[in-house]
């Protein structure tokens, strides 16, 4: 199947700091991706999804000033957690599209831990 | 998209085939039904989607019923590295609405004894 990549696999910032997680399809164009947030014992949440060349749309209760979305190129967006607080640690996950004849599949990368101390 | 129900937890032997069922009563006629687990602390893989016929690939085979109403996925030789939390979504395809996406609930966690 097709292969998305995350970076880094884990980080831990201080307080107040901004944080970049790289999202890369390695195999395959994706016009649309994904970014998920998952907390302990809990599912995956959507946060945003975000289209080559556009403004992100973000879920509900979703703050779009604090996650920062960019997706420049077809194979690359980022995250970037701003003046980040411990609360905002949890299990940063992207997911990229991947267009197919029928019925088009979601990707997911390895997952980023972040932790803020 | 369509709600789905399945079983909180279930064990399988190793060397069995497990079976985890998916309750999808108010799918629609353009919603596919995907498979995905989740190994913890890792990105949740894709395992199969399906439309209306049974699939098959090298990790899983779908079984969905003829009313499209409910489906099974299938690990025919279950392994302990099967241990994951296995998700069953609805959703139409991605084409159809460029703003859909996956939407994951609880899933069933899978545990394979040794």
């Known amino acids: 199947g097709a292969v998305v990549s995350q970076h880094p696999s884990w980080v831990i910032c201080k307080s107040g700091t901004s944080v970049k997680i790289e999202c890369r399809s390695l195999?395959?164009?994706?016009?649309?991706m994904f970014w998920y947030r998952q907390f302990p014992k809990q599912s995956l949440m959507l946060m945003a999804t975000?289209?080559?060349?556009?403004?992100?749309?973000?879920e509900q209760g979703v703050e779009k000033d604090k996650f920062l979305i960019n997706h420049a190129s077809l194979t690359l967006s980022t995250l970037t957690v701003t003046s980040a607080h411990p609360e905002d640690s949890s299990f940063y996950i992207c997911?990229?599209?991947?267009?197919?004849?029928?019925?088009?599949?979601?990707?997911f990368g390895p997952g980023t831990r972040l932790t803020v101390l | 998209d369509a709600k789905t129900t399945q079983p909180p937890s279930m064990d399988c032997a190793e060397g069995r085939a497990a079976n985890l069922p998916c309750n999808h009563s108010?799918?629609?006629?353009?919603?596919?039904v995907y498979w995905y687990r989740q190994i913890h602390s890792q990105g949740p893989q894709y395992i199969i989607h399906?439309?209306?016929n049974n699939e098959t690939n090298e990790m899983a085979s779908l079984i969905i019923t003829e009313d499209r109403k409910s489906s099974t996925l299938i690990l025919p030789h279950a392994t302990l590295r099967d241990t994951a939390v296995y998700y069953c979504?609805?959703?139409?395809?991605?084409?159809?609405?460029?703003?859909?996406?996956?939407?994951f609930g609880e899933g069933t966690q899978l545990t394979v004894n040794p």
């Open positions: 997911s990229a599209r991947e267009q197919r004849e029928l019925g088009d599949t979601q990707y």
């Open positions: 195999d395959f164009q994706a016009t649309t």
């Open positions: 975000s289209n080559e060349g556009s403004k992100a749309t973000y």
């Open positions: 108010t799918i629609s006629g353009n919603e596919y």
């Open positions: 399906g439309l209306k």
């Open positions: 979504i609805v959703r139409v395809a991605f084409r159809e609405t460029s703003g859909s996406r996956l939407t």
